[in-house]
C-alpha cells in the first residue's frame, strides 16, 4: 500500500494564498536488479535473471539509437519518449525577430528526454494503487519581512560582490524555489537595488548600478 502527504504550497498567483497538493511518500528506490528478481521470481515468466537483463540492456541501447536519429520511441504498454533541446548554459536566446547571432547546431544540446505515459499503463497503476494517508508537510516560512530580506540580501552582495539563490535561501531561511523566484521578481523591479546576471548555472545577483 502507497502513502500520500498533503504538501503545503503558496500560489503566488493569488498574493501568497495558501493551497496543497498531494505527494506519494516515497519509501525509496526499486533499482534493476529488484526489478529483474521479480520479473523472474518462481520462474512465471520462463525467463532467467541474465536474459531479461541482455533484453533491457539492449532495448536501452536500441531507445538510444533511435532517439538520436530524430524518432519519438513508444512501448506499448509503457509510454512514449521523445528528446527535448535547449540552449547551452553560456548562450543566449535566440531573438527571430532581430538581427542578432543566429544559433548553430554547437549552441543546442539535449536537455532531456520526454515521458507521456500510456493511458492503459496509467489507468491500471491507479486501479491497483490503494492509498492511505500519511500526513502532513507545511512549508519553512522565513522569520524575516520580504523588505527584510531584501536588505539583508544587499548587505551579503556589499561584503562578497555577488549573491547565489543558495546564499539568499541561507541568509533568508526560505526554501529554495520560493527564493529562486522570489528573487528573480526582486531583480525585475524597476526600484530594485539588486540586478540578476547570467542564466542557468552560472545565474548570479549583484548590486544594480545608478
Do not use: W
Given at each position: 500500500?502507497?502513502?500520500?502527504?498533503?504538501?503545503?504550497?503558496?500560489?503566488?498567483?493569488?498574493?501568497?494564498?495558501?493551497?496543497?497538493?498531494?505527494?506519494?511518500?516515497?519509501?525509496?528506490?526499486v533499482g534493476q536488479d529488484d526489478l529483474l528478481d521479480e520479473m523472474c521470481a518462481h520462474g512465471r515468466?520462463?525467463?532467467?535473471?541474465?536474459?531479461?537483463?541482455?533484453?533491457?540492456?539492449?532495448?536501452?541501447?536500441?531507445?538510444?539509437?533511435?532517439?538520436?536519429?530524430?524518432?519519438?520511441?513508444?512501448?506499448?504498454?509503457?509510454?512514449?519518449?521523445?528528446?527535448?533541446?535547449?540552449?547551452?548554459?553560456d548562450k543566449e536566446e535566440e531573438d527571430l525577430d532581430s538581427n542578432a547571432p543566429k544559433r548553430n547546431?554547437?549552441?543546442?544540446?539535449?536537455?532531456?528526454?520526454?515521458?507521456?505515459?500510456?493511458?492503459?499503463?496509467?489507468?491500471?497503476?491507479?486501479?491497483?494503487?490503494?492509498?492511505?494517508?500519511?500526513?502532513?508537510?507545511?512549508?519553512?516560512?522565513?522569520?524575516?519581512?520580504?523588505?527584510?530580506?531584501?536588505?539583508?540580501?544587499?548587505?551579503?552582495?556589499?561584503?562578497?560582490?555577488?549573491?547565489?539563490?543558495?546564499?539568499?535561501?541561507?541568509?533568508?531561511?526560505?526554501?529554495?524555489?520560493?527564493?529562486?523566484?522570489?528573487?528573480?521578481?526582486?531583480?525585475?523591479?524597476?526600484?530594485?537595488?539588486?540586478?540578476?546576471?547570467?542564466?542557468?548555472?552560472?545565474?548570479?545577483?549583484?548590486?544594480?548600478?545608478?
Open positions: 500500500m502507497a502513502r500520500y502527504i498533503k504538501q503545503e504550497v503558496i500560489n503566488f498567483q493569488q498574493e501568497g494564498k495558501k493551497r496543497c497538493f498531494y505527494r506519494i511518500a516515497s519509501r525509496g528506490n515468466t520462463g525467463l532467467n535473471k541474465g536474459n531479461v537483463k541482455a533484453v533491457l540492456t539492449l532495448l536501452a541501447e536500441t531507445m538510444q539509437y533511435f532517439l538520436t536519429q530524430g524518432y519519438s520511441v513508444t512501448l506499448d504498454d509503457i509510454g512514449n519518449f521523445s528528446l527535448s533541446l535547449g540552449l547551452k548554459d547546431a554547437q549552441s543546442i544540446h539535449v536537455t532531456g528526454v520526454n515521458f507521456k505515459v500510456n493511458k492503459r499503463f496509467l489507468r491500471n497503476i491507479d486501479i491497483y494503487c490503494k492509498l492511505e494517508r500519511a500526513g502532513v508537510s507545511r512549508m519553512n516560512r522565513s522569520p524575516f519581512t520580504k523588505e527584510e530580506r531584501i536588505a539583508k540580501a544587499v548587505e551579503y552582495i556589499k561584503s562578497h560582490g555577488i549573491m547565489r539563490v543558495d546564499d539568499y535561501v541561507r541568509i533568508t531561511k526560505l526554501p529554495k524555489s520560493t527564493a529562486s523566484k522570489e528573487l528573480r521578481d526582486i531583480s525585475r523591479m524597476d526600484d530594485s537595488p539588486i540586478k540578476s546576471s547570467g542564466r542557468g548555472s552560472s545565474l548570479v545577483y549583484m548590486l544594480r548600478t545608478q
